[in-house]
């Protein structure tokens, strides 16, 4: 990846990190698990609130947005789901202030279990080696 393309990923990630609020599906919808849909108006900068699908949502939204293709990657880590989002080999994890690799994520116990298609509506497909 071009130099500029991966200083602007890094951009956006640390952008959305800094702009969003952790807050479990419960607390937020009174409900174990739900997914919801980022508002068309959304963009880079906007505050916004969720659990680990919302950032990866909102985060395909903003690199959409920007040009650049991306999917949803359904993951574990100590036996717990966890959603993130891969655009050409990088991950953006709510988990981490600074965009990651999947070999960085992998050291720190994460498995990986289904990948989404680039567009939304595409299937997901489990990983069997990713």
Partial sequence: MEEA???????LHRMMFKEF???????????EEYWDIIPEEFK????FSGDCENF????????RGAGFESRLIFCT???Q???????????????FETLSTKNFLEKKGYKWIAISGFKAGDKWHK???F
């Fill in 21 to 31: 609020d952790y807050e479990t599906d419960m607390e937020k919808y009174g409900h």
């Fill in 77 to 79: 880590l100590k036996g």
């Fill in 5 to 11: 393309k991966l200083k602007l990923l890094k951009d």
């Fill in 44 to 47: 880079a900068g906007d505050k």
């Fill in 127 to 129: 990983l069997e080696d």
């Fill in 81 to 95: 789901g966890h959603c993130v989002l891969e655009v050409d080999g990088y991950i953006f994890d709510n988990r």
């Fill in 56 to 63: 990866a949502l909102a985060c395909r939204k903003v690199v």
